[in-house]
């Protein structure tokens, strides 16, 4: 019997065309039962309290985030596995990335994973953390980012920043980006008027002055601000997780 199925195996092995066919049908397959179910699902994603778009001010440091290559050495993404959750916090979910194009998972930690990293240090830790890394971590192998406390934010296409994120689902309002430049000056500045701000994004913002200089707005704050919500918008002493109603 094992020589007979043995045999079989070889012509498949021996026959070039044959096995392309084999493997076409065996990736078919496995693609079918990975997508069929996007069809009839109403929700990939679990609805979570707290979430919402990011700021324009915090969008701007996540594209420096992106831009200065960040996301090769940190992760985004806690596993829910013991020593994950007792070190970083509660296990990401999906609902923490469903506004992230492209998500900011990670691929390997050569520092710390940073999906809870927002308010577990100060400002201004984070800036003296990215002008000189070793002044706070002795042992850090970051290279120092003094440049950005030194480099104005260039926002000057941010309104069409908000429309590409619109365009690919993220729920920004015609009023979210009309307002996109008053919107980032006013989370850096603690003694702005953040009245419309706070009606379009929600009362659960840090408005202060990130960067250290309070006449600029410099990448320094943007990035800042960015880090400083990571991990912050769900509240998960009251989370509970949901089943989905097809599931129940």
């Known amino acids: 019997m094992a020589n007979a199925t043995w045999a079989q195996h070889g012509k498949l092995e021996r026959h070039s065309l044959i096995l392309l066919i084999a493997i076409i049908i ?31 001010l915090e969008l701007e440091g996540r594209d420096i985030y992106i831009r200065e290559g960040c996301y090769l050495c940190h992760s ?30 990670g691929s390997e930690r050569t520092g710390p994973d940073l999906a809870r990293v927002g308010g577990k240090y100060s400002d201004g830790w984070h800036r003296d953390h990215l002008t000189d890394p070793r002044s706070v971590v002795p042992e850090s192998v970051m290279p120092p980012y003094r440049f950005l406390s030194e480099t104005d934010l260039d926002y000057r296409d941010l309104r069409d920043k908000l429309r590409a994120q619109r365009a690919v689902g ?8 009309d307002n996109a430049e008053a919107d980032l000056r006013a989370q850096d500045d603690p003694f702005a008027d953040t009245k419309g701000l706070r009606a379009r994004y929600g009362q659960k913002l840090n408005v202060r002055n990130f960067g250290g200089d309070p006449d600029r ?6 990035l800042v601000a960015y880090l400083q919500m990571l991990g912050t918008l769900v509240d998960f002493s009251t989370y509970k997780a949901v089943a989905p109603a097809n599931q129940r």
């Open 170 to 177: 993220v729920p920004y309002s015609q009023a979210m980006i």
């Open 217 to 222: 707005v410099t990448e320094m704050d943007a």
């Open 26 to 56: 065996v990736v078919a397959i496995g693609g079918i039962v990975e997508v069929a179910p996007l069809f009839y699902l109403e929700n990939t994603i679990e609805p979570v309290r707290g979430m919402r778009p990011y700021t324009p």
């Open 76 to 105: 985004q993404m806690i596993r829910p596995l013991r020593d994950e959750v007792e070190r970083y916090g509660h296990y990401s979910l999906a609902a923490e990335s469903m506004y992230d194009h492209p998500f900011q998972w």
